[in-house]
Nanobody, 119 residues
């Protein structure tokens, strides 16, 4: 069973930075993918960034060049470095793990951490 706990959310000014962390325990035994998702009030959940166990990364067009997903294997922690924040980045951010490398179906989710960006 995979357990995920996010932290690092909060408030920031536009053009500022935040770093989210996701402490993970109980990784899948085989290939896997980890990702960050977000959901703004009244909007559908959006995939922000994903990273496979082999280090392949993918980003939503809206965050490419501003956000960076990374994994510290020694600490079992996934990060999302968010720079040049925009008001539209506001939302609840979730960490998730998929049991396969294609990053399609995510079975495990954290409780989320709120990010609020003001102008």
């Amino acid at each position: 069973q995979v357990h995920l706990v996010e932290s690092g959310g909060g408030s920031a000014q536009a053009e500022g930075s935040l770093r989210l962390s996701c402490a993970a325990s109980g990784y899948p035994d085989n290939r896997y993918c980890m990702g960050w998702f977000r959901q703004a009030p009244g909007k559908a959940r959006e995939r922000v960034a994903t990273r496979t166990d082999l280090g392949w990364t993918n980003y939503a067009d809206s965050v490419r060049g501003r956000f960076t997903i990374s994994l510290d294997n020694a600490k079992n922690t996934l990060y999302l470095q968010m720079n040049s924040l925009k008001v539209e980045d506001t939302g609840m951010y979730y960490c998730a793990v998929s049991n396969e490398w294609r990053c399609v179906d995510f079975s495990y989710w954290g409780q989320g951490t709120q990010v609020t960006v003001s102008s």
